[in-house]
Nanobody, 115 residues
Framework: QVQLVESGGGLVQAGGSLRLSCAASRNIFSFNVMGWYRQAPGKQRELVATITSGSSTNYADSVKGRFTISRDNTKRTVYLQMNSLKPEDTAVYYC?????????WGQGTQVTVSS
């Protein structure tokens, strides 16, 4: 069983920064793609950013230029650096790991951006 544990969420003012971490219970080379998703109240879960095992990245248009996804294979951890945060970034952020056709989710971490 794979476990993903997110951390780093919190309350921040607009324009501020946070760094989310997602620690995996196994070597992250096992995963084809890892990523961050978010879900705001009353909205569907949406993609934020992904990174492949080869470190190719992809971002939602709404976060391009502000967020950066990265990985540290030695620490089995994926990060999401979030800068220039906006109130509309407020959501629960979830880590996802895809191993072939099987997807795993973390429990989520709350990010709240005040105006």
């Amino acid at each position: 069983q794979v476990q993903l544990v997110e951390s780093g969420g919190g309350l921040v003012q607009a324009g501020g920064s946070l760094r989310l971490s997602c620690a995996a219970s196994r070597n992250i080379f096992s995963f084809n793609v890892m990523g961050w998703y978010r879900q705001a109240p009353g909205k569907q879960r949406e993609l934020v950013a992904t990174i492949t095992s080869g470190s190719s990245t992809n971002y939602a248009d709404s976060v391009k230029g502000r967020f950066t996804i990265s990985r540290d294979n030695t620490k089995r951890t994926v990060y999401l650096q979030m800068n220039s945060l906006k109130p509309e970034d407020t959501a629960v952020y979830y880590c996802n790991a895809l191993m072939v056709t099987i997807g795993y989710w973390g429990q989520g971490t709350q990010v709240t951006v005040s105006s």
